[in-house]
């Protein structure tokens, strides 16, 4: 009784050596293509992501200095205001004591209407000067918002993005 067979044992060894000879030859060098570039093609995806994560704190940082400035210069705005509607009262108050000093029978009518249109020049003059700080102010904190939404926005499209590619 013979436990080995050289004859098959020998066969086996060749197509054996056959088949690793044909998987070398044929699938070793495209499923080691594939690893490579797949291998690259995520190395690339990190980089990718990690620059953008960059960008996005560069542009928060700029942000950052924007909203700073547009306080200070609503901070401004609002102090030239408030000097302004100082002045237009003590205008206003000297030209009431004018009036109170200048009345007298014959020239009622003529002070009322220039107590009547200093009020209005008043009036308006505050009224411009409101709406335009108020205009600036609502346009640079919407443009802000805007901004600080379409950063938030992008930081969480790479990181869907990381966990996506994390997964595969």
Partial sequence: MQLIDLQLLITHMIGFLIVLWLLRRFAWGPILGFLKARADAIAGDIDAAKAERQRAGELRAQYQTQTENIEREVRQAEAQIRARQRELRARTEEEQ????????????????????????????????????????????????AKHQELVTQFIDELEAGRETSGGA
Wanted: aromatic share 0%; hydrophobic share 40%.
């Fill in 97 to 144: 004591a004018e009036i109170r000093r200048m009345r007298t029978a014959r020239t009622e009518e003529e002070l009322r209407r220039m107590r009547d249109s200093a009020r209005e020049t008043l009036r308006k003059q505050t009224v411009e000067l409101a709406l335009l700080a108020a205009e600036r102010a609502i346009r640079e904190r919407m443009n802000d």
